[in-house]
């Protein structure tokens, strides 16, 4: 077989001088393209507040996360400028990717804390779901980085109405879950309503000491209230302001 390769006749033929100067200048097309796309990407995450802001909190940012997470060198970013409604943060407010952990792949998805404290908005359903496909299609373990603050307000009927709602990202869960695939969560910071569901959901659940999560009730109140608690006259004040909203 060996004798057959080295005496078999050369494919093809070598390139022209023109054709050599084609491909040369195709090349440095495409190297600005990629270098047009690294600059997008790098504008994109420095998206939110500084990262110094976060690290005078004691917290670290979702790529730092991410870093110590994995084994060095093995993240490979996906959909970093997917934004299918254009947000004016820039991004979705999530960081999605394969990386190894413990020498096996997984797929991981970060809440990104430096966008609204890692808050649910408009077109992150979508890439949350592109990750849990992967993970599905690839029989490898999803594993979140949550650190989510619930859902942007202003514009909560874009993540939360439809029937691939944001709702629907638990459901998936439980059919990878279902499916034999693992679903783990590590929790950081506080996580209210959307965020609390994106917690319970997963099938192993690891939480920062300092975390905490709530899906209704006084935990979410209390999240709203600068005491940082829900007492009675809390309560008392949300009823008056209840009442009054409702005489209006």
């Given at each position: 077989m060996?004798?057959?390769?080295?005496?078999?006749?050369?494919?093809?033929?070598?390139?022209?001088?023109?054709e050599?100067?084609?491909?040369?200048a195709?090349?440095?097309?495409?190297?600005?393209?990629?270098?047009?796309?690294?600059?997008?990407?790098?504008?994109?995450?420095?998206?939110g507040?500084?990262?110094?802001?976060l690290?005078?909190?004691?917290?670290k940012?979702?790529?730092?996360?991410?870093?110590?997470?994995?084994?060095?060198?093995?993240?490979?970013?996906?959909?970093?400028?997917?934004?299918?409604?254009?947000n004016?943060?820039?991004?979705?407010?999530?960081?999605?990717?394969?990386?190894?952990?413990?020498?096996?792949?997984?797929?991981?998805?970060?809440?990104?804390?430096?966008?609204?404290?890692?808050?649910?908005?408009?077109?992150?359903?979508?890439?949350?779901?592109?990750?849990?496909?992967?993970?599905?299609?690839?029989?490898?373990?999803?594993?979140?980085?949550?650190?989510?603050?619930?859902?942007?307000?202003?514009?909560?009927?874009?993540?939360?109405?439809?029937?691939?709602s944001?709702?629907?990202?638990?459901?998936r869960?439980?059919?990878?879950?279902q499916k034999?695939?693992?679903?783990?969560?590590?929790m950081?910071?506080?996580?209210?309503?959307?965020?609390?569901?994106?917690?319970?959901?997963?099938?192993?659940?690891?939480?920062?000491e300092k975390?905490?999560?709530?899906?209704?009730?006084?935990?979410?109140?209390?999240?709203?209230?600068p005491?940082?608690?829900?007492?009675?006259?809390?309560?008392?004040?949300?009823?008056?302001?209840?009442?009054?909203?409702?005489?209006?």
């Amino acid at each position: 077989m060996r004798q057959y390769f080295q005496k078999m006749t050369p494919l093809g033929r070598e390139l022209r001088a023109n054709e050599k100067e084609r491909e040369e200048a195709n090349a440095r097309e495409v190297a600005k393209v990629e270098e047009e796309v690294a600059q997008a990407v790098g504008k994109r995450n420095e998206t939110g507040i500084p990262a110094e802001k976060l690290h005078k909190r004691g917290e670290k940012t979702a790529w730092e996360r991410i870093e110590l997470l994995v084994d060095s060198g093995t993240f490979v970013p996906l959909n970093s400028l997917y934004d299918p409604e254009f947000n004016q943060e820039g991004s979705t407010g999530v960081v999605t990717g394969l990386g190894k952990i413990s020498g096996r792949y997984g797929v991981i998805i970060a809440s990104d804390n430096k966008v609204l404290a890692g808050a649910w908005i408009p077109g992150q359903r979508e890439h949350i779901f592109r990750a849990q496909d992967i993970a599905e299609r690839l029989n490898i373990p999803l594993v979140w980085v949550l650190n989510c603050s619930g859902v942007k307000l202003t514009e909560q009927e874009k993540v939360y109405a439809g029937r691939r709602s944001g709702g629907r990202t638990f459901f998936r869960h439980a059919e990878l879950i279902q499916k034999g695939i693992p679903v783990i969560v590590g929790m950081y910071g506080t996580n209210p309503a959307g965020g609390g569901y994106h917690a319970i959901s997963p099938a192993i659940i690891f939480a920062h000491e300092k975390s905490n999560m709530a899906v209704g009730g006084g935990g979410i109140v209390s999240g709203m209230s600068p005491k940082g608690g829900f007492d009675l006259e809390g309560a008392e004040t949300l009823i008056e302001a209840t009442r009054e909203f409702k005489q209006v």
